[in-house]
């Protein structure tokens, strides 16, 4: 299970020496169904039908994805398809997750008809009332695991399906190229022209 | 490209002279100095080969399907022997494939200094622990960190605290960084001494090798340019084209066999399809790494070696040592775009020599650093007491990716007795072998060097002119990617497992090389010593084997 403390670890272990993680460990040929899948779906015009989920779970799975990278004056996770991403690892390489996750989606459904009698669905409930469910959430090992697949879906090459037209990365302007020449930022470019 | 190779296939049962267990950092050095030596090779990797135009960017099958590391569940771990060993709670780094961590190594080079052998001599002992002196001294070192250097290509400039070299770098530093910028501005503020990062990657072409293409996927990822010096694409080859040394990828060894001497025969290993063989040798080195070499020792049990092989002074496995590490970051007003070139560009080793007015032992550098793939800066790349989601948060993430930067610090680990890989009683691996089991607790010293240079971090950073500056709780070790210590180099075999040849004390015909043999860890970046100690490990071995010393 994802959490924050393996995220912590990640970082910690990141920047000093190599890091992992061990979201699954994943088979080669699962890997390339899932690759392939993505690849059909980028081609296809009308989405394919869910692989991992229902209707009902992908719709609530993207509107809890779409707090936690929202859609403002800027696109967010359903302009990138997290979904998509989500929907195909779980029926790929991260099939072992599925059950967890599906089984932290209907606590959180409970939850919500338990707050408001008479909902059924998160996706169907009105924006404010989704945050505010979260926002009481956020430490359950379930939202970890959204908020883990939601970043590594807006983030991760688009080929798993998440990341569409590499719309994460121009987001947070990291421009995808194969090779670089220096000057790479504002700052050794200043320092050259300097003549150090 | 690989069929074109001229690589020697030896008959099955066929005995050589040397099997080498193992192909990374050390392994492949070892290789190539037996095989141009005249000798005969087969090197076993539990891993794949890979070849360079195959290695990806993809965060995904790197950091979370350890597609090329050991399985996390592969092991347990304990604080102490007297906690129960539990598989995931700590994470030991390494990459199964041919060419091992030295193609996915961040490619820091930094050599030992003279003090880092003599350190017990200088400081005394520090109770509680084995501080201990090497059997070497720097200088016996020296000709093989050049050698290294440019053999397999290193880029740098000597800084202020260098210790002396015989020749020069081959290849000038890489180009800086807005990181390595900001923080010469910042150390020179406070009176300290930056300098060049030295690194293992090309900053020209070398050797037929391109120079490094600044693509930004160094830590964890292979080169496809072949711009880092991996023994993959340096030595190894050059063991092979001598047509006596065979690389048997997906061989996954399970025993060094011994006869009733007492002297080992060769190694008993599974292959692709898990089907046991066995491949005759007239003598063996190990060169797994600090934490599967011991382990391969410990499960080469016979009667002649109840203990584990060559495990009389019953030290191996202990005195396991990872390198302290700490980290801050800063953000800063424009774009610094750390995700583009390698990792680091400068560094400083001012607090480099323990120090007692410290009030604790241990040293350690600074450098300047980027932690900017995109998905794990999105996981873990803000400060803490920020927003992890929503609209805050992605507005923040927004602001910070391209202009945050890290000054990391790099420290001592003291070598402790209790600190150890063992066998796990009951766990077994996904060969039905025993599970490693690693027992790791810092000393409050190793955490007290960690904290400092965080502080000190902290420091440069406010002086390069950081917005904003912020540092990850130092806490005990959970993921280490230097293993160290576990097969002691030394000249009395009660208090060390090999001699200063790296020959078994208890073995005539078997030798370890790799981060096992280190004394004690350095300040950080192990892999020039290791492959030093390898070059060097190699010439002896070789004359042995000529003057029928083995």
Redesign the interface.
């Given at each position: 299970m994802i959490d924050d403390a393996v995220s912590r670890r990640v970082f910690l272990a990141a920047s000093g020496t190599a890091f992992a993680s061990a979201w699954l460990a994943a088979d080669a040929g699962d890997l390339r169904a899932s690759l392939a899948h993505a690849a059909r779906a980028a081609r296809s015009d009308v989405l394919l039908s869910w692989e991992a989920l229902t209707p009902e779970q992908a719709a609530d799975l993207e509107a809890i994805a779409a707090q936690i990278f929202p859609s403002d004056e800027t696109p967010g996770s359903r302009e990138a398809h997290v979904i998509n991403f989500l929907d195909h690892s779980l029926a790929t390489w991260a099939a072992p997750q599925r059950e967890d996750l599906i089984r932290g989606l209907d606590e959180l459904n409970a939850e919500a008809a338990r707050h408001w009698p008479g909902a059924s669905r998160f996706a169907l409930l009105a924006p404010k009332r989704q945050l505010e469910l979260l926002r009481a959430q956020d430490q359950t090992p379930f939202f970890q695991q959204m908020r883990f697949a939601t970043l590594v879906g807006m983030f991760s090459l688009p080929s798993y399906g998440g990341n569409a037209g590499k719309l994460g990365w121009q987001l947070i302007g990291f421009e995808d190229r194969p090779a670089w020449q220096p000057p790479f930022g504002d700052y050794d470019a200043e320092a050259g022209k300097d003549g150090r | 490209m690989r069929s074109a190779r001229r690589s020697v296939r030896f008959r099955p049962g066929a005995t050589v002279d040397f099997v080498v267990v193992g192909s990374g950092a050390a392994g492949g050095i070892i290789a190539k100095e037996l095989a141009t030596a005249g000798l005969s090779v087969v090197v076993l990797e539990q891993g794949p080969r890979i070849e360079p135009e195959q290695f990806e960017?993809?965060?995904?099958?790197t950091?979370?399907?350890?597609?090329l590391?050991n399985?996390?569940?592969g092991f347990t771990f304990r604080r102490t022997e007297s906690d129960p060993a539990r598989p995931?709670q700590i994470?030991l780094?390494y990459h199964r494939l041919v060419g091992g961590?030295s193609v996915?190594?961040?490619a820091n080079y930094w050599r030992f200094r003279e003090i880092d052998f003599v350190e017990r001599t200088h400081l005394g002992a520090v109770p509680g622990t084995g501080l201990a002196d090497w059997p070497l001294r720097y200088r016996d070192l020296e000709p093989y960190y050049t050698k290294a250097e440019w053999e397999l290509g290193v880029s740098g400039v000597p800084g202020p605290f260098d210790p002396p070299r015989s020749r020069p770098y081959p290849l000038p530093p890489l180009?800086?960084?807005?990181s390595?910028?900001?923080f010469e501005r910042g150390a020179r503020a406070l009176g300290l001494h930056p300098q060049p990062a030295p690194l293992c990657i090309l900053s020209q072409p070398f050797h037929g090798r391109p120079g490094c293409?600044?693509?930004?996927y160094c830590?964890?990822f292979g080169c496809e340019?072949r711009a880092k010096s991996s023994t993959l694409y340096t030595v190894i080859p050059m063991a092979e084209a001598t047509g006596r040394c065979e690389v048997r990828p997906n061989s996954y060894v399970r025993k060094i066999e011994v006869d009733s001497r007492g002297r080992a025969t060769g190694a008993t290993y599974f292959d692709e399809n898990k089907q046991e063989r066995f491949q005759p040798a007239r003598a063996v080195v190990v060169c797994c790494n600090g934490a599967e070499t011991p382990r391969l020792l410990l499960l080469s049990t016979s009667n002649q070696f109840p203990n584990g092989l060559a495990n009389s002074s019953g030290l191996v496995g202990k005195y396991l040592m990872f390198?302290g590490?700490?980290?801050a970051s800063g953000v800063?007003e424009?774009?610094?775009?750390?995700?583009?070139?390698v990792?680091a560009t400068r560094l400083l080793y001012d607090f480099y020599e323990s120090d007692p007015r410290r009030g604790f032992y241990g040293g350690g550098a600074l450098d300047a650093?980027?932690?900017?793939y995109?998905?794990?800066?999105?996981?873990?790349?803000l400060p803490?007491d920020e927003p992890?989601?929503?609209?805050d948060?992605?507005r923040m993430?927004?602001d910070y990716?391209?202009r945050t930067m890290?000054v990391?610090g790099?420290s001592t680990s003291l070598p402790l007795e209790t600190n150890t890989i063992s066998l796990d009683p009951e766990v077994k691996d996904a060969w039905g072998l025993p599970a490693m089991r690693v027992t790791y607790r810092d000393h409050a010293d190793d955490l007290a060097m960690m904290r400092f240079l965080q502080k000190r971090a902290i420091e440069v950073l406010e002086a390069a002119g950081a917005r904003r500056t912020w540092g990850?709780p130092v806490?005990e070790t959970?993921?280490?990617?230097?293993l160290l210590g576990t097969c002691r180099m030394g000249n009395d075999p009660r208090t060390s497992v090999i001699d200063r040849h790296h020959r078994a004390h208890d073995v005539r015909n078997l030798f370890m090389c790799d981060g096992s043999s280190l004394v004690t860890g350095g300040r950080g970046q192990p892999t020039a010593t290791i492959q030093a100690l390898a070059y060097r490990a190699g010439e002896h071995i070789a004359r042995f084997a000529r003057g029928r010393e083995i």
């Open positions: - | 960017h993809d965060e995904i099958k950091f979370f399907q350890s597609a590391q399985p996390p569940a995931g994470q780094l961590g996915m190594f961040t180009p800086v960084k807005s390595g910028v900001l293409q600044h693509c930004g830590l964890g340019f390198n590490y700490s980290t800063f424009r774009p610094l775009n750390e995700y583009k070139s990792m650093r980027a932690f900017v995109p998905t794990m800066f999105a996981l873990a790349g803490q992890a989601w929503g609209a948060y992605k993430l927004r990716y391209t890290n990391d790099h990850q806490q959970t993921l280490a990617a230097h």
